[in-house]
């Protein structure tokens, strides 16, 4: 029998749950909050005595399913269990994490070429807060324990590997082992190699932190961030309560896109690899080209470390024109089939002029410093039909020297 409600509540309540057997894939969960059946069930989730949901800030179905499927890719064949928390961006995932793991007083030691934003959030955002910052060449063991030995006050470690621009890549293993002899939360931010192509826990790393907006999600069409831990202390206890009280928390749609993303992950990777070692053989060949950065070349001098801690070589590469800025300019303007944008890890082919489009504010002197040249082009290839991404290089150098 129909109960008897009026019109307006008819239009507020409901619907009822319809779900009767379980869906195939992963639904989107979007509710701000969950009902309780009983005062004592309540009582019992918000004291933690229970398992559930109050309110989707601390958690929520979608968003969990894929924080914890990125933390077993991290972890994949390890002894080990992983968690994971999904945020609102890369860039919110990395300020999370270190405000939950640093008090005033400690510092971070790092490389000079991080990913801008993060470079930035270090030094606009942690260093006010009296949080330091340490810069060192990572990739020189000795440079970084005289580096950790003068500082005391380093309490993380923070890297990336491969490395933007020229694809340095450093030595997980090594630096994990100086981070721990020092005592400090060992970082990596592991959105240039994704978990399928590299995995920092399993060379000692403590935390990995993404950019899913990236590979993960690979579709362009998603902004968010990931955690992954392997204390599950630090992770609920230091991490949780400010994800929870920033806010910085991911949202139930962009989770089941980067989930979408994750199912090709392994295919979409396969081939950004192949297509990305033949664009780079191939721009090695170009008299026009003076030298190519991808590690998967033996002429790169991360090869070697690269072929030890990868399982492939990835779909990033840079590569220095003989022209300069001038030349720089030119080729981008000829390019058609590939896209200028400001992004990476798309299964569509990206290309960046760093010169001219995302480093242009910086000073020359810095740029040069951390290997950004003015003829340096980047590029983010794609699972297209690799004839058709050379193409169009070619017929832009072509254009380019005419
Ligand atoms: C893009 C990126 C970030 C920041 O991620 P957002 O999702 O844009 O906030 C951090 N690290 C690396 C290496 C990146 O490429």
């Known amino acids: 029998m129909k109960k008897k409600i009026g019109f ?5 309540h409901g619907p009822e749950e319809y779900r009767t057997t379980r869906p195939h894939q992963l639904p989107i969960y979007a509710t701000s909050s969950f009902v309780f059946e009983s005062i004592e069930e309540g009582m019992e989730v918000f004291t933690g005595q229970r398992q559930g949901h ?6 929520n179905p979608t968003i969990d399913a894929v924080a914890e499927k990125i933390a077993r890719l991290e972890s994949h064949g390890m002894d ?7 945020t609102s961006s890369g860039m919110s995932a990395i300020a999370t994490l270190a405000l939950g793991l640093l008090r005033p007083g400690d510092a971070i030691l790092t490389q000079g070429n991080l990913y801008g934003g993060t470079a930035e959030l270090f030094s606009k955002v942690l260093e006010p807060l009296n949080i330091g910052l340490v810069l060192a060449r990572l990739g020189d ?3 970084v324990a005289r580096v950790l030995a003068e500082h005391p006050s380093v309490r993380m470690l923070y890297f990336e590997t491969p490395a933007n621009p020229t694809l340095e890549c450093i030595d997980i293993a090594g630096l994990c082992e100086l981070g721990r002899q020092a005592g400090c939360h060992v970082v990596a931010d592991n959105t240039f190699a994704t978990p399928y192509l590299q995995q ?3 060379f000692g790393t403590d935390f990995v932190v993404h950019s899913t907006t990236k590979y993960l999600n690979g579709h362009g069409n998603s902004t968010a ?11 609920q206890e230091a991490i949780f309560p400010k994800l929870k009280l920033l806010g910085t928390n991911c949202n139930p ?30 721009l090695e060949s170009r008299p026009e080209v003076e030298r190519v950065n991808y590690p998967g070349l033996v002429s790169h001098p991360s090869h070697t470390l690269a072929k030890r801690q990868m399982r492939d070589f990835g779909g990033m590469l840079s590569f220095e024109l003989k022209g300069g800025l001038e030349a720089g300019k030119q080729f981008m303007n000829h390019i058609k089939f590939c896209s200028l944008a400001p992004t990476m890890g798309d299964v569509d082919t990206l290309i960046l002029h760093p010169a001219s489009m995302s480093h242009l504010n910086v000073p020359r002197e810095i740029r040069l410093d951390n290997g950004i040249t003015d003829g340096l ?14 193409g169009d290089l070619e017929q832009a150098l072509r254009i380019e020297k005419s």
């Open 80 to 86: 080990i269990d992983a968690f994971g928390y999904l």
């Open 54 to 59: 109050l309110y989707s800030r601390f958690g």
């Open 377 to 390: 082009v980047r590029l983010s290839v794609g699972i297209e039909s690799v004839e058709d991404i050379i």
């Open 141 to 143: 063991k000795r440079a």
């Open 8 to 12: 307006g509540s008819s239009c507020v």
């Open 200 to 202: 920092p826990l399993k």
């Open 225 to 235: 961030g990931a955690i992954i831990g392997k204390s599950q202390a630090l992770m």
């Open 253 to 282: 749609w962009d989770a089941w896109l980067v989930n979408n993303g994750l199912k090709t992950l392994e295919v979409r990777m396969e081939r950004h690899c192949r297509n990305a070692r033949q664009v780079a053989e191939w």
